[in-house]
């Protein structure tokens, strides 16, 4: 805080964001710590210290595929959501630009999924399809059907919106690509800890993109799943690492850290539906008696931690300064939108007027919400709203 900057931190803040990022598990912190400390080798190292680090890197690959039940040759590192999503994209559509140059995406894709897409098409010759959504912001398996083409070579839809929490038919869309001979991604970022987990193998997709800080683990941690024997054209290049799919020295502590995080947070989803769904609900009903206030989410086939509404005669960037004022953490959207007065674009996808989809607000809630944290939001969020529309 800089001395013009005269607002207070609440003491006690309401942490409703944890679609944006989650505390890091305690145990997830102690299983990294060695990482931090004692084990620092470089696990490309022949001698005994990288060879320590290497048997530890193994180790967190083998055991993260046990729970994929996948190869570890299937397993790739990268530095989060974001560079998964790229290098999936732009690995795949760059490896097989011979054979097709159409691809096809959700248009309600987070923005490190759909800008990869833009660039392909504006500076490397591919055309995309954007697919339409419904009104709860759902992809239908018909129209991936209608949009592929011969020439098409990859799908991209993702498993769970972050915006508005809406589950994608992933499964079927995988079964389609499947028998039509195209490649399938699922950026399943915000389903991991949140929906129940079988095995990678349940979003029926090539590639699936992971990111930790998403599941109580580390921040800058992510990896790919790659179905075998496809092999992206990597998007950094320099050593071998990863199978020559991602070059750099792997962050040991991070990928540790990732594969505890599954384990302790996915295997079992920390998000535990049951008790999320009933806080939500009660959230959502007491916006919705708000005048002026329109749910947004789905009615059903949601992420059961996450709720967005709009608000009539505000604008995002304002409801979130007022809500911080109350101490309570939201956001508008995408956090990569933050700050900027552009509509949601998965608002406008789902045929939301302009000014609504620029005043929206998402509460997603996380293992340590309680009761009286959704009581106290609901209990300020009328005269917050109030104050808001009469100082415009
Ligand atoms: C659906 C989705 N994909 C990808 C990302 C990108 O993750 P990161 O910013 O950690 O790279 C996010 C983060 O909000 C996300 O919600």
């Not at 890197?57 to 990268?78: I, K, M, N, Q």
């Not at 009104?135 to 993702?158: I, K, Q």
């Not at 990678?200 to 599941?215: G, P, T, Y």
Request: overall charge negative; proline content about 6%; glycine content about 8%.
């Amino acid at each position: 805080m800089t001395a013009g900057d005269a607002r207070e931190v609440p003491s006690d803040p309401v942490y409703f964001d944890y679609n944006a990022t989650t505390p890091l598990d305690a145990g997830v912190r102690e299983a990294m710590l060695p990482f931090l400390g004692a084990n620092w080798g470089n696990p490309s190292s022949v001698h005994s210290i990288g060879r320590t680090a290497r048997a530890a890197l193994d180790e967190a690959r083998y055991r993260l595929a046990g729970h994929w039940r996948c190869r570890p040759s299937e397993v790739v590192f990268t530095g989060g959501g974001t560079e998964s999503n790229n290098l999936a994209i732009f690995g795949i559509a760059r490896l097989l630009r011979s054979k097709g140059r159409h691809l096809i995406c959700s248009s309600v894709e987070h923005p490190a999924v759909l800008h990869a897409f833009r660039f392909l098409e504006r500076h490397e010759g591919f055309e995309v399809t954007y697919l339409p959504v419904d009104t709860s912001g759902r992809v239908s398996v018909d129209s991936v059907e209608a949009a592929l083409r011969p020439e098409t070579v990859l799908v991209s839809v993702m498993a769970a919106n972050n915006e508005v929490g809406t589950l994608q038919p992933v499964a079927e869309i995988g079964r389609l690509c499947r028998q039509r001979g195209v490649l399938f991604h699922t950026d399943a970022v915000q389903a991991f800890g949140k929906i129940p987990f079988q095995d990678i193998h349940q979003f029926e997709a090539d590639l699936v993109s992971v990111c930790a800080h998403k599941f109580h683990g580390p921040k800058g941690a992510g990896a790919l799943f790659v179905k075998s024997p496809l092999q992206p054209l990597p998007t950094q290049v320099g050593g071998g690492h990863e199978n020559e799919r991602r070059a750099g020295t792997e962050n040991l502590a991070a990928i540790v850290g990732l594969a505890v995080a599954f384990e302790r947070c996915v295997v079992t989803p920390a998000f535990d539906a049951s008790a999320l769904l009933p806080l939500t609900e009660r959230l959502a009903a007491a916006a919705a008696a708000i005048p002026g206030v329109t749910l947004r989410h789905a009615p059903e086939g949601r992420l059961a931690n996450t709720i967005a509404f709009s608000v009539e005669g505000t604008d995002g960037i304002a409801l979130m300064a007022t809500l911080d004022l109350e101490g309570i953490c939201a956001s508008s959207g995408s956090a990569c939108s933050a700050g900027s007065l552009e509509p949601s674009h998965v608002l406008s996808a789902m045929g939301v007027p302009a000014a609504a989809a620029n005043a929206l607000v998402r509460f997603s809630l996380g293992r340590d919400s309680t009761e009286a944290e959704v009581d106290r939001v609901a209990a300020v969020l009328p005269g917050l709203i109030q104050r808001l529309r009469n100082s415009r």
